[in-house]
């Protein structure tokens, strides 16, 4: 049982570039979320999802692009990257919507140079 | 303390003593709050919860106290160790917006041997 699953641990992008983040987690968790965090701040939300097919707006979408096509798998996709993106990326699940918190993974750190 | 739009506060005490970190939250609506700790370059790590319906919820070494009346959380931690030097996070969710986490920007603590 690996829990949350995050990759790549770190990246180097270019602006303009284009990259996936990807999320797996083995819990059979329904709901899954993905957070940003930048320096000395709390995460903001940027998508989530609360089943296979079905994604929402967070607070902080614009830039950012995802998918839900199976239970396990929430990839959250940059098009054209931007300075502003440079931040840590954290995905999250969760059982039973949300209560007794979510599963986070151990993020990727993403800078845009 | 914690609050939204605030630089991150800190937090310094001596090992074994008690830690008092708290959490302003904005929502009145906001029904389950939940305590994470982040470890340097780890994901935010489940630490308590508690419903809107209690006033206070103890765990081993941590007990949470929740004041509705002025939207007060605080998370105190037991005989403080080494260990618990890290950013603490309190998050509130309000069951009607699809049980999304709201996080506060977190409170450093630092544990002096």
């Known amino acids: 049982n690996a829990g949350v699953t995050q990759t790549p641990k770190f990246r180097i992008l270019k602006i303009g570039q284009s990259m996936t983040l990807q999320c797996t987690q083995d819990m059979n968790h329904n709901y899954m979320y993905w957070y940003r965090q930048d320096p000395g701040m709390g995460l903001k939300l940027i998508y989530y999802?609360?089943?296979?097919?079905?994604?929402d707006k967070g607070e902080v979408p614009n830039g950012y692009n995802v998918s839900r096509s199976t239970t396990e798998d929430f990839p959250l996709r940059l098009e054209l990257a931007a300075p502003s993106q440079t931040s840590v990326y954290f995905c999250?699940?969760?059982?039973?919507?949300?209560?007794?918190?979510?599963?986070f993974g151990s993020g990727t750190r993403l800078t845009v140079v | 303390g914690e609050s939204v739009g605030l630089h991150l506060p800190t937090l310094s005490v001596q090992e074994g003593d008690n830690s008092i970190i708290n959490c302003a939250y904005s929502?009145?609506?906001?029904?389950?709050f939940i305590w994470y700790k982040q470890e340097s370059g780890k994901g935010p790590q489940f630490i308590i919860d508690?419903?809107?319906?209690?006033d206070k919820r103890q765990g081993q070494r941590v007990t949470v106290l929740l004041n509705k009346t002025v939207k007060h959380l605080s998370l105190q931690i037991a005989a403080t160790q080494p260990g618990d030097s890290a950013v603490y996070f309190c998050?509130?969710?309000?069951?009607?917006?699809?049980?999304?986490?709201?996080f506060g920007k977190g409170t450093l603590l630092t544990v002096n041997p």
């Open positions: 999802s609360v089943g296979a097919g079905i994604t």
């Open positions: 508690i419903r809107s319906n209690m």
């Open positions: 999250a699940s969760s059982y039973n919507q949300g209560i007794y918190g979510y599963t």
């Open positions: 929502n009145s609506a906001s029904d389950y």
């Open positions: 998050a509130e969710m309000n069951g009607g917006s699809n049980y999304k986490l709201t």
